[in-house]
């Protein structure tokens, strides 16, 4: 069955840009109609979606934080990567990928999530 293991840093400084890693097993990324998301929940917050990137290679970004996500994939590695920019303490939280079959479809698989903490 298809698994999901996310992968980062932990710890990343302010104004630092954070990479996050999605790698996905028993499936491809590419196989129509998925759609590869990341959502982020921070401490004792609901969740945040923050974006996805379509079997296609399409990306889409929440607005609020679309001037500094960035996603991504490796078709040979299979797997997906967020990137975030300038992160601030707000930023902190852990992240999820999840695959769902439609645009901002029900997000039917989900990783372990990985946490990420910005701070000095």
């Known amino acids: 069955q298809v698994q999901l293991q996310e992968s980062g840093p932990g710890l990343v400084k302010p104004s630092q840009t954070v990479s996050l890693t999605c790698t996905v097993s028993?499936?491809?990324?590419?196989?129509?109609?998925?759609?590869w998301n990341w959502i982020r929940q921070p401490p004792g917050k609901g969740l945040e979606w923050v974006g996805a990137?379509?079997?296609?290679?399409?990306?889409y970004y929440s607005p609020s934080l679309k001037s500094r996500a960035s996603i991504s994939r490796d078709t040979s590695k299979n797997h997906v990567t967020l990137q975030l920019s300038s992160v601030t303490p707000e930023d902190t939280a852990v992240y999820y990928c999840?695959?769902?079959?439609?645009?901002?479809?029900?997000?039917?698989?989900w990783g372990q999530g990985t946490r990420v903490t910005a701070s000095s």
């Open positions: 028993g499936g491809s990324i590419t196989t129509t109609y998925y759609y």
């Open positions: 999840a695959r769902a079959q439609d645009y901002r479809g029900y997000l039917e698989i």
């Open positions: 990137i379509a079997y296609s290679g399409s990306t």
